[in-house]
């Protein structure tokens, strides 16, 4: 059409890719092989202790953290777990959420902290998160399976680029809310901006980072189903081998038992913050 203006932001992106394939195929080969590491030592640890044994551990700390009514919730809801033989894709499931959220934690708090210390570097990051929570979570799967082909680490990088953004926010919002008169008691007693930030501000703002945790597992597990989709496997695979089969049973055990971990981890990091809230 005469007069139409094309943008060609779809051909600058492939551009992009492709130069990345070319020349940093080194690093992506570094990254692959980190998450690989660490999300196979988490399951290998997992698997490695026996089912009854994982199950009072959970059971004891939801008693303890939550209530005794959670445990009983736990005992009823693990043992529905094994009922249904999903035992190791859950603890698949668990070691891809928790290798993600620990690789989240490490880049996104220091982000956070930055963002707090720097109104410049704030506005400029904060439209890139925009960009991250609302682009559609499919659309993280092409690059992740072009840069990492398929498996469980293009699904653990999907993941971790999709539950980053909360831990970012809150740790940048929750340093921000510290009172300005406990920062200048601080400063009054000799603190530097080290000791500033890990004896007041991060302690003073941890409940706000504890929400950002807990939001970032929840993001990690609406992630699972979609991952299986480039070979992460797990309860995701058992919701899209139902997807598949038009097996409304097994898809639901699936779906079951990812309702069943986001309860636990959920309620369980909840406390964590609630109590640390209390508490000051």
């Given at each position: 059409?005469?007069?139409?203006?094309?943008?060609?932001?779809?051909?600058?992106?492939?551009?992009?890719?492709?130069?990345?394939?070319?020349?940093?195929?080194?690093?992506?080969?570094?990254?692959?092989?980190?998450?690989?590491?660490?999300?196979?030592?988490?399951?290998?640890?997992?698997?490695?202790?026996?089912?009854?044994?994982?199950?009072?551990?959970?059971?004891?700390?939801?008693?303890?953290?939550?209530?005794?009514?959670?445990?009983?919730?736990?005992?009823?809801?693990?043992?529905?777990?094994?009922?249904?033989?999903?035992?190791?894709?859950?603890i698949?499931?668990?070691?891809?959420?928790?290798?993600?959220?620990?690789?989240?934690?490490?880049?996104?708090?220091?982000?956070?902290?930055?963002?707090?210390?720097?109104?410049?570097?704030?506005?400029?990051?904060?439209?890139?998160?925009?960009?991250?929570?609302?682009?559609?979570?499919?659309?993280?799967?092409?690059?992740a399976?072009?840069?990492?082909?398929?498996g469980?680490?293009?699904?653990?990088?999907?993941?971790?680029?999709?539950?980053?953004?909360?831990?970012?926010?809150?740790?940048?919002?929750?340093?921000?809310q510290?009172?300005?008169?406990?920062?200048?008691?601080?400063?009054?007693?000799?603190?530097?901006?080290?000791?500033?930030?890990?004896?007041?501000?991060?302690p003073?703002?941890?409940?706000?980072?504890?929400?950002?945790?807990?939001?970032?597992?929840?993001?990690?597990?609406?992630?699972?189903?979609?991952?299986?989709?480039?070979?992460?496997?797990?309860?995701?695979?058992?919701?899209?081998?139902g997807?598949?089969?038009?097996?409304?049973?097994?898809?639901?055990?699936?779906?079951?038992?990812?309702?069943?971990?986001?309860?636990?981890?959920?309620?369980?990091?909840?406390s964590?913050?609630?109590?640390?809230?209390?508490?000051?």
């Amino acid at each position: 059409m005469e007069g139409r203006i094309n943008i060609p932001v779809g051909d600058w992106i492939e551009s992009g890719v492709d130069w990345i394939l070319d020349n940093l195929e080194p690093a992506l080969d570094g990254i692959a092989w980190f998450l690989g590491l660490l999300t196979n030592s988490f399951e290998g640890a997992l698997l490695a202790i026996p089912a009854w044994l994982l199950v009072l551990v959970l059971v004891g700390l939801s008693w303890w953290r939550v209530s005794w009514r959670f445990g009983i919730f736990a005992i009823v809801a693990l043992g529905l777990i094994l009922g249904m033989d999903l035992w190791e894709p859950t603890i698949k499931t668990l070691s891809l959420v928790l290798a993600a959220t620990a690789v989240a934690l490490a880049i996104g708090m220091p982000v956070g902290v930055a963002m707090a210390r720097s109104d410049w570097l704030e506005a400029s990051i904060r439209p890139v998160l925009d960009l991250m929570q609302t682009m559609p979570p499919f659309v993280y799967l092409i690059p992740a399976a072009i840069f990492f082909g398929l498996g469980t680490v293009p699904g653990a990088i999907a993941t971790v680029v999709f539950c980053m953004p909360p831990v970012v926010r809150l740790t940048n919002l929750g340093i921000r809310q510290v009172n300005r008169e406990q920062i200048e008691a601080g400063l009054a007693f000799g603190c530097n901006r080290r000791q500033l930030l890990t004896k007041i501000q991060l302690p003073l703002a941890m409940p706000s980072i504890m929400a950002g945790i807990n939001q970032t597992i929840m993001l990690a597990l609406s992630m699972v189903v979609i991952a299986s989709m480039i070979g992460a496997g797990g309860l995701g695979n058992t919701v899209l081998t139902g997807i598949q089969r038009l097996d409304v049973g097994l898809g639901f055990e699936g779906g079951l038992g990812v309702v069943i971990l986001a309860i636990l981890l959920d309620r369980i990091t909840q406390s964590v913050g609630l109590r640390r809230k209390a508490s000051r």
